[in-house]
């Protein structure tokens, strides 16, 4: 409720403009990193399903190959 106060008296460039650009100068190197982190854990679930479906592929390729090798599970 406080801020609300603070904020009314002030022209609309401060609050969207101004306000927005000093959290970025002060905080970007922690949104980078947060983005940074997100970016390379998409891709790792992305290389990891990748790596699983080739493996189910390669599996299913070689066991409906040869039939009786089912028997050896």
């Not at 801020?3 to 959290?23: M, Q």
């Not at 190197?29 to 790596?51: C, Q």
Request: aromatic share 14%.
């Amino acid at each position: 409720m406080a801020v609300r106060g603070l904020l009314t008296g002030l022209p609309w460039w401060v609050k969207w403009v101004a306000i927005p650009v000093i959290a970025v100068v002060v905080f970007g190197s922690v949104i980078a990193t947060a983005a940074l982190f997100v970016v390379g854990l998409l891709f790792k679930v992305l290389v990891f399903v990748a790596l699983v479906a080739g493996l189910v592929y390669v599996v299913r390729k070689f066991t409906a190959s040869s039939p009786s090798s089912r028997d050896g599970w």
